[in-house]
């Protein structure tokens, strides 16, 4: 039996220019096809253990949160907007020491962006003092260790001050965050 030439096709997942070749004979696609195959169903197995452990925090890695925020500082915002934040609740980064605001956890004091001296107005801190106004809520992550996460759930940005810590000797932003339950 005679093997076909290779049949040129514009690969719909990529949206390549350049056509992909396909042998007629082995019939295998593209490599990043496989890829994405993988990833939906690692996405899949994901969701399921999720929705099987809802009454215990999951525990998430770090390459599980940056599905979501892409950046390893604390603030992730793109084009002014709010995407999403990290916290630590000062145990390993000591000088953003955010805190639980009252016992029931649904409000949260949240530092503004900014490691040492005053803290100003910076892309990040804009981002927080915007998403007051657009009232957007935003997933929160607690990180427990190195490599281990939690999601804490998606909280809006609901007021802002800037004043001075004496304990911390700086200017500060301080942003409270609440938590949004039920339906949003």
């Not at 019939?27 to 009454?55: E, I």
């Not at 009252?102 to 801190?125: C, K, V, W």
């Not at 003092?129 to 427990?144: R, T, Y």
Request: hydrophobic content about 30%; aromatic content about 8%; charged content about 25%.
């Amino acid at each position: 039996m005679k093997e076909r030439a290779a049949t040129p096709t514009a690969c719909e997942s990529c949206r390549s220019r350049r056509p992909h070749l396909i042998s007629l004979k082995s019939r295998r696609k593209p490599p990043h096809l496989d890829t994405l195959r993988r990833a939906k169903l690692f996405y899949t197995l994901d969701m399921k253990r999720t929705r099987a452990t809802d009454n215990a925090p999951e525990i998430l890695s770090w390459a599980e949160v940056q599905r979501t925020h892409r950046i390893r500082n604390g603030v992730y915002q793109r084009d002014g907007r709010l995407v999403s934040l990290l916290t630590d609740f000062g145990r390993i980064n000591p000088c953003y020491p955010d805190a639980h605001a009252d016992e029931t956890g649904d409000t949260i004091h949240y530092t503004g962006a900014g490691r040492r001296g005053d803290q100003h107005l910076t892309p990040a801190n804009r981002a927080l003092l915007a998403a007051i106004e657009s009232g957007h809520a935003v997933p929160l992550f607690n990180k427990l260790s190195v490599g281990r996460w939690q999601h804490l759930g998606y909280w809006r940005v609901t007021h802002a001050t800037h004043h001075y810590d004496a304990q911390e000797d700086r200017m500060l932003w301080r942003f409270t965050l609440k938590k949004v339950t039920g339906g949003g």
